[in-house]
């Protein structure tokens, strides 16, 4: 069973819900022209397989060792990079939409605190007043 989290825009109210895990959205499809990260507003991501796109096309139909080897490396980072969006391709859209401005629509269910200690969000940002060390008297 797989674990949803449900992310809101405070602006619009819209809510959006990115599993925990695995992305096989992300892992199968990304490839093409980067169309599910364009979908999931991940630009630079798609912008990048966008471009080994038209970089392994332009390259694959060429004729030569150089074009050859330019396909075989494209190819290869495109995979590495599949398999990267697969582990984590849940967090990045989490953690982007999060930097965006949207909130957890519930911040105290347990699916949003396992979210949060899976991609490594703290509840609380790093305050210097709330600090615990103290200074030894004179």
Known sequence: MAIKVALQNPQ???????????????FLFSG????PL????????????LGFNVAYF??????GAVATFISFVVLVAEWALLFLLGFKGNEITAKTWLS??????E????????????????DHSPDMSSSTAQVAPI
Do not use: C, M, Y
């Open 100 to 105: 965006q401005g949207w909130q957890f629509a």
């Open 12 to 26: 619009t109210n819209e809510i959006r819900h990115v599993k925990v895990g695995w992305s096989w959205v992300l």
């Open 32 to 35: 093409f022209f980067g169309i």
């Open 58 to 63: 332009a390259t694959a139909w060429s004729s």
């Open 38 to 49: 364009f979908r999931r507003k991940l630009e630079t991501w798609a912008r990048l397989f």
């Open 107 to 122: 911040p105290n269910a347990d699916a949003t605190k396992f979210a949060k200690l899976q991609w490594g969000i703290s």
